[in-house]
């Protein structure tokens, strides 16, 4: 048995040792605002915007406040993959470069996943335990994203807020 275990865990760490030489993913991480930034448009509270840096922007901005661990792979990986689909879902720091009907139901889903507690993942709240929003946070961040979207029902005509229906 002391044999097994010392075989067992001597080629867990001959794996994990070989693992680090996989290349890491390139650091979502740009040195200046965008330009479509979604604080460029619509009014971000400070307050609000506090949230969501600490809920959703590692993984829905062009910008990740990485942790130590994300040095060490197999995580490296698995970080990288999930920004990089967060931010194919959803990128506020790209949010003015969507067409206006994209911006209303991007919107619309940071709603439906803030208050069905899809969003942020459990996967990041067990890890980033002040990202784990209490009822107040939820209800200030769906409040603020019904009041932008409200602000583009003022603006743009219904028919421009309704995506066309994809053939899937
Ligand atoms: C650890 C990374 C991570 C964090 C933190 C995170 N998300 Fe996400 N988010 C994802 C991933 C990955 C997806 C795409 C896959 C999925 O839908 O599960 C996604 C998808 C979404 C979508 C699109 C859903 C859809 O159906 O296309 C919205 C909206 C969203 N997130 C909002 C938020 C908001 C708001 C927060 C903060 C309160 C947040 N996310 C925090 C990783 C994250």
């Given amino acids: 048995m002391k044999k097994f275990f010392k075989y067992f865990f001597g080629t867990i760490a001959i794996l994990l040792l070989l693992a680090q030489l ?4 390139v650091k979502n991480e740009s040195a200046t605002v965008s330009l479509n ?3 460029n448009k619509y009014p971000v509270p400070a ?14 901005t062009s910008n990740t406040v990485y942790p130590w661990y994300s040095k ?16 194919r879902h959803l990128n506020f720091s790209e949010f003015l470069s969507y067409r206006i009907a994209k911006q209303y139901h991007k919107l619309e889903e940071v709603e439906e996943t ?3 507690g899809e969003m942020p993942l459990s996967s990041y709240t067990i890890i980033h335990r002040d990202a784990k929003l209490t009822e107040a946070q939820k209800r200030l961040l769906i ?3 019904r009041s932008v979207r409200d ?3 003022t603006t743009y005509p219904a028919d421009s807020l309704v995506l066309p229906k994809r053939k899937k």
């Fill in 143 to 145: 409040e603020w994203s």
């Fill in 37 to 39: 930034d979604i604080g």
């Fill in 22 to 25: 996989y290349p890491r993913p």
């Fill in 47 to 60: 307050n609000v915007e506090a949230v969501l840096k600490v809920a959703c922007y590692d993984c829905h």
């Fill in 72 to 87: 060490i792979q197999p995580v490296s990986m698995w970080l990288g993959n999930h920004i990089k689909d967060g931010k």
């Fill in 114 to 116: 803030v208050e069905e």
């Fill in 151 to 153: 602000s583009l029902k």
